[in-house]
């Protein structure tokens, strides 16, 4: 089992920025891929960012490139997502994840593991 906890979420007005963090415990955090997903109301959930087992290849969904980075530490099992030049459109509830694999995956429903999520509100 792998327990996931996700912090940093927020009011924040147009264009500024936040950085959330998921903390893991439970097993050998570095064994697994973590992504990042966001699920807006009345919209299903979506992927954001995702990270290789080691931290050297990072991939996102377009609305975001530039935008957001996703990073991990692995000595702290953690994973960061900073968030700058917010759009209201980035509003939802975050939720990171982890999937024990070699490959990059971006399909919600392939991941093992959940955090509870983290509110982002994006005021315009």
């Known amino acids: 089992q792998v327990q996931l906890v996700e912090s940093g979420g927020g009011l924040v007005q147009a264009g500024g920025s936040l950085r959330l963090s998921c903390a893991a415990s439970g097993r050998t955090f570095s064994d697994y891929i973590m992504g990042w997903f966001r699920q807006a109301p009345g919209k299903e959930r979506e992927f954001v960012a995702g990270?290789?087992?080691?931290?050297?290849?990072?991939y996102y969904t377009d609305s975001v490139k530039g935008r957001f980075t996703i990073s991990r530490d692995n000595a702290k099992n953690t994973v960061y997502l900073q968030m700058t030049s917010l759009k209201p459109e980035d509003k939802g509830i975050y939720y990171c994840a982890a999937k024990r694999s070699f490959l990059p995956v971006i399909d919600s429903e392939k991941y093992d593991y959940w955090g509870q999520g983290t509110q982002v509100t994006v005021s315009s």
């Open positions: 990270i290789s087992r080691g931290g050297g290849s990072t």
